[in-house]
């Protein structure tokens, strides 16, 4: 069963209704280091099952949740929200993805087994499988369209999980101003008239230890220039998503038009995109550079990651980080050779 559009709210409680209880209890399995918009898709769809039919719900993530403003949403919201357990896919029988896709390289579902549901506002890829897929790229965040099927429920919606949700799709869409539509914009005046607006506060502004001002500093420092671009190679990143939170705040430079921003993690390159343009395909272009499956986003905004070997040594690991930078480069116009402008080095 494939339903993709803005009228797939109804056939998701359809899905639910028919399937029942057969799918209890459900594993809701949410993108590695996960997120606002995830958490509160995953909050959302267990409200519904368990609310609506009973079904048993378990929301788990693998890797962390290591953005602060995340850890204190997770709190603050009380969202059940579990680190995945070593046999945790094998175990449970249906599985439900939401903000990620099965072959997607960002979570820990195995990539040939077909889920039960799918639910994602990102591009969709061609092998993604499941017995009920809601894809929707005309959403700018997949808490949009879980927050339809509430409405459609005729339940009433709890404070925490509207907080949830919209704060959701304000920090997925930079506060309605990045790939955001009207539709977004309706569902978030909807919701926030019965969020926690203290809480929100509380959450977007939690208080940072010293480390993050010490990384702060050096994508300032580190950060390049040329032309209309800034970026920064971090090195070492405490998280992952430091490198989307480094990559948004350098976007905020008044002449920049584009910012790219890379991090080690784990064993990984991970490469943030952003964009001021709204036609900028910079989903399109990350996925070029990383290839269908390791990077994913919309016009504005895009994000993905690669292996590197465990081999790899600091040379490897600096020409992979060029390599990239520049195939970016040359995506947005420019020619070689790069004459890269460092203005804020000390």
Not at 14 to 25: M, T, V
Request: glycine share 8%; charged share 25%.
């Amino acid at each position: 069963m494939n339903h993709e559009g803005p009228g797939s709210a109804q056939a998701l409680l359809e899905f639910l209704s028919a399937k029942g209880q057969s799918i209890s209890p459900l594993l809701i399995l949410v993108h590695n280091h996960p997120d606002p918009d995830a958490m509160a898709t995953a909050s959302a769809l267990a409200f519904l099952a368990e609310k609506l039919h009973g079904i048993r719900t378990r929301i788990a993530y693998g890797g962390i949740i290591g953005r602060i403003e995340n850890r204190a949403m997770a709190k603050t919201l009380r969202i059940p929200i579990n680190p995945l357990r070593e046999n945790d896919i094998k175990r449970y029988e249906h599985v439900a993805l939401v903000d990620t896709q099965p072959p997607f390289q960002n979570n820990s579902f195995k990539r040939r087994r077909k889920a039960t549901l799918v639910i994602d506002h990102h591009p969709p890829h061609p092998q993604t499988q499941a017995d009920f897929i809601w894809i929707d790229e005309t959403a700018g965040a997949t808490s949009t369209l879980l927050a339809e099927a509430l409405f459609s429920s005729g339940l009433e919606v709890p404070s925490r999980l509207a907080t949830a949700l919209s704060y959701g799709i304000s920090s997925e869409t930079e506060n309605l101003g990045r790939d955001a539509g009207p539709r977004d914009v309706q569902v978030y005046l909807t919701l926030i008239q019965k969020s926690n607006t203290k809480a929100l506060a509380r959450i977007q502004n939690p208080p940072r230890p010293p480390a993050f001002f010490g990384l702060l500093g050096r994508a300032i420092r580190d950060a390049f220039v040329l032309r209309d671009i800034i970026g920064v190679h971090l090195r070492d990143v405490p998280t992952p998503d430091r490198v989307a939170q480094m990559a948004d705040f350098l976007l905020t430079h008044e002449k920049m038009r584009w910012s790219f921003c890379t991090g080690r993690f784990s064993g990984r390159l991970y490469v943030s995109l952003r964009s001021r343009k709204a036609e900028a395909r910079a989903g399109r272009i990350l996925t070029r550079l990383l290839g269908l499956g390791s990077a994913g986003g919309h016009d504005m905004i895009a994000g993905g990651s690669v292996d590197m070997p465990p081999e790899a040594t600091e040379t490897d690991w600096r020409d992979k980080e060029a390599g990239v930078r520049n195939g970016f480069l040359k995506a947005a116009g420019l020619q070689e050779p790069f004459d890269l402008q460092y203005p804020f080095a000390s």
